[in-house]
């Protein structure tokens, strides 16, 4: 079995052959998550030693991972962190700024307040939520790329809280 040149189960931009950043081509990861996929797929290997099909089913399930982790922007942005060497419980600790606690505050209590009937105000909120949530999201690519960890670290957080609000904001079933 021959793995992608250069790739390690963890090195998830050098296993679909990206460069490392927070922005990427999707559709390049795409095709190189199911170029992989079929390449290594365990059922390619049902006819190999035990050795090698534990061999692909690993693999199989680190291509899987790597594509879980770099495909969603909140857990690439985690992903980019912990390969830069920032403790993510310490930077936690540090937290968030006073203003986007205040901006948090605000949020939840909206949701709390805006029926789930209500259809409209649900639907303006998640847009005000996705607004707040691109900011971070730009303020992330930026802080990562200089790197300025300490604020790419506070922009993680706030896009794991604006990403979990906007889920709770969803219509049930979505």
């Known amino acids: ?3 992608t040149a250069g790739a390690t189960a963890r090195d998830y931009f050098a296993l679909f052959q990206l460069e ?13 998550y199911h170029s992989l996929l079929s390449q290594f797929h365990p059922d390619r290997y049902a006819g190999q030693s035990a050795v090698e099909q534990r061999m692909a089913a690993q693999f199989c399930a680190d291509i899987n991972i790597g594509f879980r982790v770099l495909a969603n922007e909140v857990t690439r942005a985690e992903y980019l962190l912990k390969r830069a060497g920032v403790d993510l419980q310490a930077a936690e600790r540090q937290g968030v700024g ?21 259809a409209a105000g649900r639907q303006h ?3 005000e939520i996705d607004r707040h949530y691109r900011t971070s999201r730009d303020q992330f690519a930026k802080a990562i790329a200089i790197p300025d960890l300490p604020d790419a670290a506070r922009c993680w957080q706030e896009l794991c809280f604006l990403s979990k609000l906007i889920e709770a904001a969803q219509p049930q079933g979505d």
């Open 98 to 118: 006073s203003e986007f606690l205040m901006t948090q505050i605000m949020l939840r209590e909206q949701l709390d307040d805006t029926p789930v009937a209500d």
């Open 1 to 3: 079995m021959n793995a």
């Open 125 to 127: 909120l998640i847009e």
């Open 20 to 32: 490392p950043g927070f922005s990427l081509d999707e559709t390049a990861l795409e095709t190189a």
